[in-house]
């Protein structure tokens, strides 16, 4: 099985990179293996589709959140190119249609060459993205959990139902691009005659321009407000996961694509369990006469209890586990249900009553309750595997 490449690696930035330094990476990846620039060469080609798969991912934070967390496997059949290697399911057009504006403008190069040189889309306006906190108990992460918000934001405007105009007119073809949505200019370059089509200064790309505006929002089509939001959490999320909702964040300009709303998960602390990873720690405190003697005990599970049993001469340190009883892996990702983890500990008493004390007495010194030397060197090895 061929070895998993680093999107990071690819476009040579570090894991920390922001936004904008990955696009300026991405745009010199782009730029140095252009097929116009490359021509007939398969390699270069092939590192332009790995370059253009690793920007789709690390441009999107929803992506890159996944990707970080699981790997290429948490992207892939979820807006990736479908992984390296060829970048199947993507062609050069696609690459351009999506990725065209990174130069500056659609075309550039000359038209690529003949790859996706075509007549570009006009512009669509996207809301912002929204970042909300929720804070969730153990038992909300064991079974997943829908969050209603009121979330304040850009909705779209009532009056003209968000395309900006005033009384029911329509936008008009603008004069400039004549509703193309871009301009096209021709200069020489060391590549030749390159020609470059920009955003139509008049337009702004939209192609069409508004002469009657909505009093309510001014022709922008989007206005102040307020929504109640259902957000749904997967089972098994963690502290400083992410949940993207698309579609939900900040409504757009003129009708445009609304933005998503990222939820920020936080953990509440549990009385008794300690999550590590899928696995809960639970702390089992017995008797020095449950330890000594066996005896069967409850567990607390996320659902409910579990019996227990404790077998005769239980040492402190000793770990049981209950499979199955822990928290399940977030989308199907990772090792499952995880289990829970139960330490022994033992309870000496501080204070004695006197026939208490006189029965220890007599115990005191018994050979039987002596530790054998190979007891003394079990819990040696323990405890000096908690320093290596």
């Known amino acids: 099985m061929a070895s998993e490449i680093d ?9 920390t990179a922001n936004a904008d330094e990955i696009k300026r990476a991405y745009k010199k990846m782009a730029i140095k293996y252009h097929p116009d620039r490359n021509p007939g060469d398969k ?10 798969e690793a920007y789709d991912v690390l441009r999107d934070p929803d992506k890159r959140a996944r990707y970080d967390q699981f790997g290429a496997a948490g992207v892939n059949g979820a807006g990736g190119f479908g992984g390296f290697g060829g970048g199947q399911g993507m062609n050069m057009e696609d690459i351009f249609s999506m990725f065209g504006d990174i130069f500056g403008g659609h075309a550039g190069f000359g038209g690529f060459g003949g790859f996706g040189g075509g007549r570009p889309q006009q512009r669509q306006y996207k809301g912002s993205d929204l970042r909300l906190k929720v804070k969730l108990s153990l038992e909300e992460i064991a079974k997943g959990v829908t969050k209603k918000f009121k ?10 139902h968000g395309t900006g105009c005033e009384n029911g007119s329509r936008p008009e073809t603008c004069s400039t691009c004549h509703g193309s ?18 955003p139509c200064p008049t337009c702004h790309g939209e192609g069409t321009v508004i002469k009657n505006k909505c009093k309510k ?30 579609g939900k964040g ?44 066996g005896d069967t005990v409850e567990i607390p599970t996320i659902d409910g209890k579990a019996r227990v049993k404790i ?21 199907g990702y990772g090792k499952g249900i995880g289990d829970i983890v139960v330490n022994i500990s033992v309870y000496i008493p ?20 002596r530790p054998s030397s190979s007891i003394k060197e079990t819990i040696f090895r323990k405890f000096r595997s908690y320093f290596e």
Do not use: W
């Not at 390699?43 to 253009?52: G, L, N, P, S, W």
């Not at 501080?350 to 309750?369: G, H, P, W």
């Open 7 to 15: 999107y990071y690696e690819v476009l040579g930035v570090a894991r």
């Open 43 to 52: 390699e270069a080609e092939e590192k332009f589709k790995q370059a253009a």
């Open 151 to 160: 979330v304040r934001k850009d909705v779209s405007c009532p009056e003209c």
């Open 181 to 198: 949505g871009y301009v096209m200019r021709t200069q020489r370059s060391v590549f030749g005659m390159v020609q470059t089509q920009s």
């Open 217 to 246: 929002c001014h022709g922008e089509g989007v206005v102040s407000g307020e929504e109640i939001v259902e957000i749904n959490i997967p089972a098994g999320v963690a502290e400083g996961m992410v949940v993207n909702v698309p």
């Open 250 to 293: 900040n409504a757009a300009k003129h009708n445009g694509v609304a933005g998503d709303i990222q939820v920020l998960i936080e953990e509440e602390a549990h009385p008794e369990f300690v999550r590590d990873e899928n696995d809960l720690i639970y702390n089992l405190l017995l008797t020095v006469s449950q330890a000594t003697l």
């Open 311 to 331: 077998e005769p001469g239980t040492q402190p340190g000793k770990v049981l586990r209950l499979r199955g009883k822990g928290l399940p892996a977030v989308q």
């Open 350 to 369: 501080e204070t004695l009553s006197r026939d208490e004390r006189n029965a220890f007495e007599k115990m005191k010194d018994s050979d039987n309750l």
